[in-house]
């Protein structure tokens, strides 16, 4: 049964810092992993999708990486902002079809 | 706005009411899905549907829980008999094909309260 797990629960860090958000998940066989961020009482918006051939992908101030044969990813957050508070997400989908979430990382950007 | 959209956004029932909720998904997206997140959790799959076929229906998805997609466009959650544990919000997502690889896209949610 596939788990996936994040570390930090919870992380506060100043402004301008960069930090990095870690995930695991215990069955490699995944087609792919994403990253997601949701506010607080709202719906989740994607971030970054990595494909199981890929090994990282970037957007703007944020590169995830993944490295399938460990089961780990990390997202790396350069220069934080205040904006950047929130709730991150990942999770990786089964050859079985289905999407398993990790419990998620509360970042707060302390201005 | 051409996302997914679900309605309502929220709903306040009493215990043992019954609710509806609706998602549209992205236009000519084949397949639908079903989450539901709790306080603190991550979101959790319920079940999903192919065009009108629902394929495969969560354990946690209890017989008072019923979903459709009549068309293959649009579709229901209905909770009947609604108890406090099912206080969660709802998400639904969608995407453009049967590949699994592809990106799910998620709507805002409905946010479900059970006094």
């Known amino acids: 049964k596939q788990e996936v797990t994040q570390i930090p629960a919870a992380l506060s860090v100043p402004e301008g810092e960069n930090l990095v958000l870690n995930c695991s998940f215990t069955?490699?066989?995944?087609?792919?992993l994403q990253w997601f961020r949701q506010d607080p009482g709202k719906g989740l918006t994607s971030l970054l999708l990595?494909?199981?051939?890929?090994r990282e992908q970037t957007s703007g101030r944020l590169n995830a990486s993944l490295d399938k044969s460990s089961g780990r990813s990390t997202l790396y957050i350069a220069a934080s902002q205040p904006g950047d508070s929130a709730t991150y997400l990942c999770?990786?989908?089964?050859?079985?079809?289905?999407?398993?979430f990790g419990k998620g990382t509360r970042l707060h950007i302390l201005p | 706005d051409t996302g997914v959209s679900q309605n309502p956004r929220h709903k306040i029932t009493k215990r043992g009411q019954n609710v509806t909720f609706r998602c549209d998904p992205i236009?000519?997206?084949?397949?639908l899905y079903w989450y539901r997140q709790t306080l603190g959790q991550g979101p959790e799959f319920l079940t999903y549907?192919?065009?009108?076929?629902?394929?495969?229906k969560s354990r946690l998805l209890s017989d008072r829980f019923s979903a459709e997609r009549p068309k293959g466009s649009f579709s229901t959650l209905e909770i009947q008999r609604t108890e406090q544990g099912d206080s969660a919000m709802y998400l639904c997502?969608?995407?453009?094909?049967?590949?699994?690889?592809?990106?799910?896209?998620f709507g805002p949610g409905t946010r479900l309260t059970v006094l």
């Open positions: 999770a990786v989908t089964n050859r079985d079809d289905k999407i398993i």
């Open positions: 997502a969608s995407s453009p094909s049967a590949l699994s690889y592809n990106e799910q896209f």
């Open positions: 990595i494909q199981s051939s890929q």
């Open positions: 549907f192919q065009n009108e076929a629902q394929l495969e």
């Open positions: 236009s000519e997206h084949n397949r």
């Open positions: 069955d490699s066989a995944i087609y792919n």
